[in-house]
């Protein structure tokens, strides 16, 4: 169901093939402008390359990718990195956080990459962290739980006011209460800043927090193992 | 955040490589600046050492030899010139001054130059600055010896202690680790122990053992003249030069000590005072020259017009002790460059070193590099970061290597001092320190590249998957 909204992430008529035969086309998937979509599916379907075509850390071999009003294809190189730094949010199942750096450390890269003056960067973090309840902005991420790494993770992927945040798998490593939890401060913190949210995960538990849910295999078809 | 601030947190999560890979950049960088260092400040020591002496007058075989043994004691001179010859010499020209010194003696490995008092009043140990007495007095009679500041300090001897001179240089030059009691302090009077020496001479028998008779004998056949006591009336304050290893005496002293070994072998009576001392005797092996200098003549003719003189006379060997130190650093100016080579090959290796540590890390830091990808990092800057990243350790090394070098060169002219006495002030030239620092800088750079093309064309899609 498409709202009159302005769309945030359009692709149409998308083919990606990989070298070893994994293929995947999406004739058309359309995200609004703040809305918040769980993209369900098995464990290997495609979705997380799903995600990295919308981001454009892999190339289309046909087709069309519109994020924020700006097309992908034509975005190379450092284009493409500036859109990403500066309307695009990601958080991973694994957090993948700066080993090393504290979590204000961390929330502010992507406001380095975003353009953002480095003095504004750690009252911009230590704002987003303190609204996901990390106290302490100067503690050093491999030494914070689980869960506060997961919300050093979503204060990242929200520090440069995105226009949509892609989480993929975010709660594959949490138990169903703290799955339910993380969700819902995710869903919270994007409906707060306006970002829509495309969330892909294989736990049908999940589904009753979106308002919309799409079936992967309703909108791609693929051809092969994801390898 | 900044990207500086970004490579700094990276280089201190990987601490340990990173630490290891500056100090075998610093290491490269201490041995190349400590070489270049040492190098100029010898070159500078030798220059100030030669004093204001402008011609040394010897038998050595060469210039050169001349120099090393009358100015910088390196070895006993291997002959003598005559007494005659030497009158001849300081009498022929009007000399500022014409110092005799006779070297072949030593105490506890440090030379003993004797001569005459001028050497502590007219010789400048270096250009413009005389001698200058910590106590006590010049040399005035026979027996009587003046102690540079380093025979002192090394010794612990000072006014009114008594000793025994060796025949010989000592070994190598180094003062040996356990002196011999005989020949340090010992208690009777100075001057010759003519009792005792006349006793030994006149017991036949010791004359089959050729020169053993009445000696107690060091390495190398060095023996120590314990027929004679000399007396320490003076201690030199420092001249910071390697005469400063120096233990002067009255010549006469020197003649007649050698004059008993001579005797002695000759199978004659030893001489019982300075007084009977022969023409013979009386041998120098150098003469120090000075040319007059006034206001108004060209000293440098004149000099030159005294030198081609004395050149003349095959009998003897004159050279000029700045142009034989120049001809020295001319000779060990091709080992200069094979040592800095060396370095150069060490800071080669260290950059390398570099070069396989980032290599290794961007194979650890795939993901990492992915992350900031994610994050909106261009691939440029990901390039930048990496090159920056290595030009930081290669600027982190260079300063350390830098203060290695200070204290480096400071622990080898320490060394240096010990082992030749050649005092040597290191100090790095501004413009070599930075020339080198630069070029550390632009290597390490430079051994980035590969890392940061490695790093530069992470796939990051793969990069992403979930940890196992």
Known sequence: MISDMKSVLEIRGLRFVRPEGFSIDIPEFILSEGEQVLLAGPSGCGKSTLLLLAAGLLDADSGEIQLAGKSMADARGGRRDAIRANRVGMVFQTHHLLPGFTARENVSVPLLFGGVKPAEHAAVADALLARLGISDPTARVDRLSVGQQQRVAIARALAADPAVVFADEPTAALDPENAAKAVALLQEVCRERHAALLLTSHDPGLESAFSRVVRFDEIAQTSGAVG | ?468
Request: net charge negative; hydrophobic share 50%; aromatic share 4%.
């Open chain 2, 1 to 468: 955040m900044t990207d500086l601030r970004l490579i700094l947190k990276s280089l201190m999560a990987r601490s340990a490589s990173t630490a290891v890979t500056c100090l075998l950049i610093a290491i490269a960088v201490a041995l190349l600046l400590s070489m270049l260092s040492l190098r100029e400040a010898g070159r500078r020591s030798f220059t100030r050492g030669v004093g204001n002496a402008h011609l040394v007058v010897s038998a050595d075989s060469s210039p050169l030899v001349a120099v090393l043994n009358g100015l910088f004691y390196a070895n006993p001179p291997r002959a003598a010139i005559s007494e005659s010859k030497v009158i001849e010499i300081t009498t022929s020209f009007p000399w500022a001054w014409a110092i005799p010194t006779q070297l072949g003696d030593s105490f506890r490995g440090f030379p003993v130059i004797a001569t005459t008092s001028q050497f502590l009043e007219d010789f400048e140990p270096a250009p413009g600055e005389p001698w200058v007495f910590a106590e006590g007095r010049n040399i005035e009679r026979p027996f009587e010896v003046v102690l540079a500041s380093g025979v002192a300090a090394a010794t612990g001897l000072g006014i009114g202690d008594r000793l025994h001179l060796t025949h010989g240089m000592g070994v190598g030059g180094a003062p040996p680790p356990a002196p011999a009691v005989e020949e340090s302090m010992v208690a009777s009077v100075p001057g010759p122990d003519v009792e005792g020496v006349a006793e030994e001479i006149m017991d036949p028998h010791d004359h089959d053992h050729d020169h053993d008779h009445g000696h107690i004998h060091a390495d190398d056949g060095e023996h120590v003249h314990d027929e004679v006591v000399f007396e320490v009336v003076g201690v030199l304050a420092p001249s910071g030069t390697h005469h400063d290893r120096l233990v002067v005496t009255e010549i006469q002293g020197a003649w007649f000590i050698h004059a008993i070994d001579r005797r002695e072998l000759a199978g004659r009576p030893a001489p019982g005072s300075v007084e009977q001392l022969e023409a013979a005797d009386r041998l120098i092996t150098g003469i120090l020259l000075r040319t007059p200098v006034r206001a108004g003549r060209n000293s440098a003719a004149i000099l030159q017009g005294a030198f081609d003189r004395l050149r003349r006379d095959p009998s003897i060997t004159v050279a000029s002790p700045s142009t034989q130190v120049d001809r020295l650093f001319g000779i060990v100016a091709s080992l200069d460059a094979v040592f800095i080579a060396l370095g150069g090959g060490i800071l080669l290796s260290g950059v390398i070193s570099v070069m396989l540590v980032l290599w290794n890390s961007m194979e650890l830091r795939r993901r990492q590099i992915a992350v900031l990808r994610v994050l909106g990092c261009p691939q440029r800057r990901i390039l930048g970061l990496v090159l920056t990243e290595s030009a930081i350790i290669g600027l982190i090394g260079a300063i350390a290597g830098g203060f290695l070098a200070v204290g480096g060169a400071s622990l080898a002219a320490g060394l240096l001092a010990i082992r030749t006495g050649v005092i040597v002030s290191p100090s790095v030239d501004p413009k070599s320190a930075v020339l080198i620092a630069a070029g550390t800088v632009a290597l390490a750079a430079l051994a980035g590249v590969a890392p940061a093309i490695k790093a530069y064309r992470t796939p990051v899609a793969e990069n992403l998957r979930p940890l196992d």
